[in-house]
């Protein structure tokens, strides 16, 4: 990978490799000088799943596609559309190709996020990476490896059943003969279909994945040699900036940017209600934007304080989508022994990643170049054309290892950007946003209202609930409880900021504001609240996760102390399970919340990686703390108010609590994503733990970015 990489800062080096994105339609002759000599697995129109991608314009969401090319010398490269933001599925994904083929995770390279190089993918979102992407690779690595021992079967003239596979090497077990993947490869030109009923290595025997191998490429990210976009730098390279609206819904009235002009080596770029600039240096850039004289337009738009209202008369409760009814609710209701009818209030957040937004863009000819940290690099290519009109075949993106995203990166603003003012410059431009930038202008968390009634025998059994969310999302909006008679809507509506998918989706909103009512219908009943959500369970796996952290954090084992208050949820999305118990305290004088421990079980079927593993489920409850207590965007008139972090308040090192992680690790079932759901116990298991230490029950998101009054 290092060659790759530096392909991506040296441009007279990476049109060597500009070949277009594949296409399955393509002849093997073209393949090869793509790929090079050697032997290829790949999906083509041979399999099930390559004849779903032969047209790779109507792709399906939840399919990917891939290839595996083991060269002369025995390297081994996978090529996959998929992006990596921290999440490691480099290292994770990597592991399934070692395992199959039998060698060390560091005998493979992988290709990423390359549309001039990978095979066409949707995106890296919704945790499908792994139960997608995985399974596939896993049969590719499978065919290939037994295309390697057929190979040698054939060279040899040897019993196929004599022959056995390890490190890279087939060995006739009964001559002593042996021969590396590199001396079968040597001067063949063979693309082979992957084998959809090939044999997989059984989990329980799995020797590379499993284990927690160390993040592939991790010492040059600690050492600082890994290069984001914003550290890349093209010879007579340029440096964007973009004039910005004042407030959202401002529309440019008239601009002069004359004065700009007349700077020295300055490009102004006025396109419609676009304008920009490109300079040498960042600081130049900076004063020609401050030359340019905009006037704007500015529309009435509701503030923070008046959100929350706007959303529920804009939503019209008769259109509700994803319905979910079953049973008579409302007589249910009527008739339940314990009733609660309680409202929700879901704050706008914002992903704040480490790296910004950027972007770097060079045309050469007719043939646009974009690097940018995006987790859809085809979905960038895509609009790059619509904005351009120029074949797609003539752009190229390519997304370096990225510096998070968080669900907040599904766009390409950025590099959109830079290729405008590239164009005009005739140079390589780079733009990358500013904090600021970043906080006012990517896509929020959508903020949402959601409403519950849900009733209960005196016994403990739910018997109604009726679930309506206004904005923020369907995701995560089933209950997994056994309830007679259920109502469950969302209503979606015209956002005044700009919104989109977040780490966990509305999932999020829609787990807190059930695991809220959840508990409080378990205080009515005077009933433990693991006692109580068991008693309603019939899915084994959320009961074992419930068991696990509850176990783990030994909740029916001691009370909590003076002040303090504990708290359990579970959840489940994208087929994985969660349970959180937390332990906060109040502190009687400032009224903060303090959480002292956080115990989370979390279960997503076969682990690949049990450290990597933890480290996703261990940040996402970090990251789940800032929007449980604090985080939210202040805005007024369309102007955000807080866009900075000295305003917006994530977590410090300070508030993170004893963080314990219980796995269950179930090698009899599918790996699936483990990206979002990690993240979902925690906001409830604290508003839980906060009643539990004071008897108040907190009903928005965040709970308490000024304190608790006890």
């Known amino acids: 990978m290092k060659k790759h ?33 050697g032997v290829a697995v790949a999906f083509t129109a041979s399999n099930s799943l390559g004849a779903a991608l032969t047209d790779t314009s109507t792709a399906p969401e939840d399919q990917v596609n891939a290839w595996i090319h083991i060269g002369e010398k025995g390297n081994i490269t996978v090529y996959t559309g998929k992006a990596e933001v921290g999440q490691n599925i480099r290292t994770s994904l990597a ?26 993918d949707r995106g890296t979102l919704g945790s499908r990476s792994i139960p997608y992407m995985g ?30 596979v390890a490190d890279g090497v087939v060995k006739n077990i009964k001559t002593g003969e042996s021969i590396a993947y590199g001396g079968l490869t040597k001067g063949k030109e063979l693309l082979k279909p992957v084998d959809d009923n090939v044999q997989v290595t059984p989990v329980d025997r799995w020797q590379v994945a499993g284990t927690s191998v160390p993040k592939v490429n991790g010492v040059s990210f600690v050492t600082g040699k890994h290069q984001y976009v914003s550290d890349m730098k093209l010879p007579g390279m340029l440096y964007g900036k973009i004039l910005r609206a004042p407030a959202y819904g401002a529309s440019l009235v008239s601009v002069d940017v004359s004065a700009a002009k007349k700077m020295k080596d300055v490009t102004v770029v006025h396109d419609g209600d676009f304008v920009g600039v490109a300079a040498p240096s960042p600081h130049a850039a900076g004063e020609a934007l401050k030359a340019i004289k905009a006037e704007w337009k500015t529309t009435p738009q509701p503030s923070r304080g ?39 209030y879901i704050d706008y957040i914002a992903h704040a990643p480490l790296e910004p937004r950027a972007g770097l863009a060079e045309w050469k000819d007719d043939k646009l170049t974009v690097w940018t940290g995006t987790q859809r690099p085809f979905g960038v290519q895509e609009d790059l054309q619509q904005v351009f009109h120029i074949p797609k075949e003539n752009i190229r993106v390519i997304q370096p290892d990225t510096g998070s995203g968080y669900g907040g990166k599904h766009t390409g603003e950025a590099g959109i ?18 904090r600021e930038e970043e906080f006012t202008w990517a896509y929020f968390r959508p903020a949402g209202v959601i409403e519950v009634k849900a009733g209960a025998t005196k016994d403990g059994i739910v018997t109604s609930w009726e679930f309506h969310n206004y904005n923020s999302g369907g995701s995560g909006i089933e209950t997994p409880y056994n309830v007679a008679s259920k109502k469950i809507q969302f209503h979606p509506v015209d ?3 700009r919104q989109g998918s977040y780490r966990g989706l509305a999932a999020t909103a ?64 994208k087929g994985s399970f969660v349970a959180t118990c937390a332990e906060v305290a109040i502190d009687n004088e400032s009224k903060e919340v303090k959480v002292i421990r956080a115990v989370t079980a979390f279960e997503c079927g076969a682990i690949i990686n049990p450290t990597h593993l933890e480290n996703q489920i261990q940040g996402s409850v970090i990251q789940g703390l800032g929007g449980a207590l604090f985080e939210r965007i202040d805005f007024k008139e369309g102007k955000i108010l807080n866009p900075a972090f000295s305003r917006y308040r ?5 508030d993170v609590p004893i963080v314990e992680t219980v796995m269950l690790n179930r090698k009899d079932l599918p790996s699936v994503g483990a990206g979002e759901t990690p993240i979902l116990g925690i906001a409830p298991a604290v508003r839980n733990a906060i009643a539990n230490a004071t008897g108040k029950k907190l009903y928005t998101l965040p709970l308490a970015p000024n304190g608790v009054e006890v």
């Not at 994530?650 to 300070?654: A, E, G, K, Q, T």
Request: contains cysteine; proline residues 5%.
């Open 135 to 164: 399974p596939q690779l896993r049969k590719a690595a499978a065919t290939a490896r037994e295309l390697l021992v057929n190979m040698a079967t054939e060279q040899w003239k040897a019993d196929r059943a004599s022959l056995a």
């Open 306 to 344: 008046e959100i929350f209202d706007y959303l529920k008369q804009k939503s019209g409760q008769a259109n509700g989508r994803d319905s979910n009814v079953k049973g008579d609710v409302d007589n249910a209701y009527a008739s339940a022994d314990i009733k609660i009818a309680q409202t929700f």
């Open 650 to 654: 994530v977590p410090r090192f300070s």
């Open 510 to 573: 829609n787990v807190f504001a059930r695991e809220s009512v959840m508990n409080d219908l378990a205080i009515e009943l005077k009933m433990d609240p693991l006692t109580f959500r068991l008693k309603n369970l019939t899915e084994q796996r959320m009961k074992d996760v419930l068991e696990a952290a509850a176990k783990a954090f030994g909740w029916n084992n001691m009370k909590p102390a003076q002040g303090h208050g504990f708290g359990i949820a579970c959840g489940t999305e």
């Open 95 to 120: 592991q399934i190709v070692a395992e199959e083929l039998m060698v060390p995770v560091d005998r493979i390279s992988m290709v990423m996020g390359d549309t001039a190089l990978t095979p066409y």
């Open 495 to 497: 956002s005044p900021l």
């Open 5 to 37: 990489e530096q392909d991506l800062i040296a441009p007279e080096q990476y049109e060597l490799h500009a070949a277009p994105a594949y296409d399955f339609s393509m002849n093997r002759r073209k393949f090869f000088s793509v790929l090079g000599s």
């Open 417 to 434: 950007e830079a290729a405008r003012l590239a164009r005009d410059a005739q140079k390589p431009v780079k733009v990358v946003w500013t």
